[in-house]
């Protein structure tokens, strides 16, 4: 026997069983999120008789059960109980429609920049009859007050606040969609000579909405809990993409655990969340729940591989056959695998995993990174968080693992090896490292493949890219001193008074007077972090003239040995800023990065000895012309 039936239902009877909350949503389903344009175009499909696609529902009272929650906008909230089926797909489509035709208060959207608004939707009756007429353009929308104001929002264009000016001009409003008889006598009344015209419009337009009809899948309530999970993950693949938050939380809220309230807390069960924990920590703040997801289950399928792995090797005597070793289950990160993660290894590796990210923070920090913008890779937490997890007691902080961990990191960071699709490298990450450090393993393909390209330097220009913030984390931990204020840049706090910044050391100004060009001044070599204090005193001016102004102000007043040391912890050589000699300090400063950058890997760039005595052509080119200026 069929576990589902398939039946066309009037759109009608659709929506006002969604208002009297026989219709309702599992409660883990998304938010409402279509923009306002979305909505007008499917009320065009629906004027047109256009197919809008099929409806997917659960029957309530059987082996599947699930928190639910009224439609968004409907009021006052459904009683659970009343729900006779809940929305498995179709809920973006029912919602607009519910809120749009149904509701009699505004509809919350927002436009294509995000931006909230509080809509009524009309249909401009004349433009809708009008031969050839694109239907999106005859829909209105108007604010809360039913008002539309132009430019600067100084004056009313349109003024529908009143059943009469409705009426006067000819604006039917999509929630008396289905009570048009009562909208007509009131034209009757108001605006008799346009009664005919109404007429037309209600068989164009009006006849659609009141005759649509939606195909609606129902699966009955003898549907497994299995076919639920992996029905609700198919259909959900197209419009507004779900993610793999939203569909574990599907199959967890089907064993009744609600992961969204475990991630984000509820106020009316008092719990707080996963995530405001974590989130209380700024380098954490851009963590999501896919990420702690997945670092538990990397933290799983290491588990289980661990597990088979002791399994073989007292099957056979402590010696494991290569042809074995191949079928083991594998570490992963991929999203098939997060999906299949269950209920009772999410509790039973959350707080260990939550642990692990709470550590994250003192790890970054010990590399100078203190501020969440200044880290290159968020993607590369998810397996940092699940080797902490695993390294207990803080063993993280101990010499030598603390040695080899960096050492990862930074290999992660300047070979630029976590950006893009990464789970392949976080799933060997995860157990290469812990191999590494907990049994003296092998070196980690990261470590072993990273490699940095001298030149590379030359071409780091965007402050947004992991390798340049990497090289700047780089300058900060040797103890880079502000250039006015009397601290280290990474302690000056991120405020108005003493913001920070990246500025060029010899000024734009001055390069493109001498003919050095924007590809040779905007690289990190020309650039460090300094105070907006310190920059302005830097002006466009000479090295040789704004250390004078610099060391002259009697806030700094600082000798020139004080400040040739101070340029130093920048890794910038003083002698060539006092001369103006901008291809010397290139050569020089390129050379001391160079050798951070060695110093962070364990290994030195490509073709750093070449790097030492030619510079690349574009370069070349640069000082050449700065020469002949």
């Known amino acids: 026997m069929s576990s589902f039936e398939t039946n066309p239902k009037d759109m009608k009877d659709l929506l006002v069983d969604i208002q009297a909350g026989k219709i309702q949503l599992p409660d883990f389903q998304r938010g409402w999120v279509w923009e306002d344009m979305r909505i007008r175009e499917l009320l065009v499909s629906v004027a047109q008789s256009f197919p809008v696609g099929a409806v997917m529902m659960l029957e309530t009272g059987g082996e599947v059960t699930f928190e639910q929650r009224g439609v968004e906008g409907v009021e006052p909230r459904p009683k659970a109980e009343d729900a006779k089926w809940l929305i498995l797909d179709g ?189 209380a920590h700024d380098l954490l703040r851009n963590v999501e729940a896919s990420d702690f997801i997945q670092s538990i289950t990397l933290l799983v399928t290491r588990a289980k591989r661990h597990e088979r792995l002791a399994e073989l090797t007292k099957a056979n005597a402590g010696v494991v056959p290569d042809e074995d070793k191949q079928q083991l289950p594998p570490v992963s990160a991929k999203r098939k695998t ?93 157990e290469e490292v812990l191999d590494w450090v907990n049994n003296d393993g092998p070196v980690p393909a990261t ?77 990190i070599v020309n650039k460090t972090p300094i105070s907006y204090k310190a920059n302005r005193k830097i002006g466009g001016t000479a090295p040789s003239a704004y250390l004078a102004k610099l060391q002259a102000d009697k806030l700094v007043a600082l000798d020139t040995a004080a400040m040739d040391a101070l340029l130093e912890t920048h890794q910038v050589p003083a002698q060539f800023l006092r001369s103006d000699d901008f291809e010397g300090f290139y050569a020089t400063r390129k050379a001391n990065l160079l050798a951070l950058i060695e110093q962070a890997m364990g290994k030195a760039p490509l073709s750093h000895a070449e790097a030492a005595d030619h510079d690349d052509g574009a370069a070349e080119e640069a000082f050449a012309a700065a020469k002949e200026a």
């Open 91 to 279: 809920q973006q489509r029912l919602t607009t429609l519910t809120q749009v035709l149904q509701l009699k208060t505004p509809v919350q959207t927002h436009n294509g920049r995000g931006k909230k608004m509080k809509l009524f939707y009309y249909w401009d009756i004349e433009k809708a009859l009008q031969p050839g007429t694109d239907l999106l353009d005859a829909i209105v929308a108007v604010d809360e007050c039913r008002q539309q104001y132009g430019q600067f929002h100084r004056d009313v264009t349109l003024d529908l606040s009143t059943r009469e000016r409705e009426c006067l001009a000819m604006h039917f409003p999509c929630n008396a969609m289905f009570d048009a008889m009562a909208w007509m006598v009131d034209l009757s009344k108001l605006n008799p000579i346009k009664i005919q015209q109404f007429l037309e419009f209600q068989q164009a337009v009006i006849g659609r909405f009141t005759g649509y009809k939606v195909p609606v899948i129902q699966l009955l309530k003898d549907t497994s809990k299995e076919a639920v999970c992996t029905v609700f993950e198919k259909v959900n693949t197209g419009g507004v993409a779900l993610n793999v938050f939203e569909l574990i939380t599907a199959t967890f809220a089907a064993e009744k655990f609600n992961l969204r309230d475990d991630w984000l807390g509820s106020v009316e069960r008092n719990m707080q969340g996963r995530q405001t924990r974590l989130h």
């Open 338 to 430: 997060m999906l299949a993660l269950s209920r009772a290894a999410y509790e039973s590796w959350a707080g260990k995993v939550e642990q692990g990210y709470l550590q994250v923070p003192s790890f970054l920090r010990k590399q100078s990174i203190m501020r969440l913008r200044e880290l290159p890779y968020q993607t590369q937490l998810v397996p940092l968080a699940a080797i902490l997890a695993e390294l207990e007691d803080r063993a993280w902080l101990t010499p030598v693992v603390f040695d080899k961990l960096s050492l990862w990191f930074w290999c992660g960071v300047l070979g630029e090896l976590y950006g893009g699709a990464v789970e392949t490298r976080i799933a060997k990450d995860v």
């Open 447 to 523: 470590v072993s493949d990273a490699s940095f390209d001298a030149q590379r330097l030359d071409r780091l220009y965007t402050r947004n890219s992991a390798a340049y913030k990497g090289v700047n984390v780089l300058v900060l931990r040797q103890g880079a001193q502000d250039w006015y204020f009397k601290s280290t840049v990474d302690k000056l706090d991120n405020d108005d008074m003493m913001s920070l910044d990246i500025h060029h050391i010899f000024p734009e100004d001055w390069c493109k007077k001498r003919g050095i060009k924007p590809a040779v001044f905007n690289s």
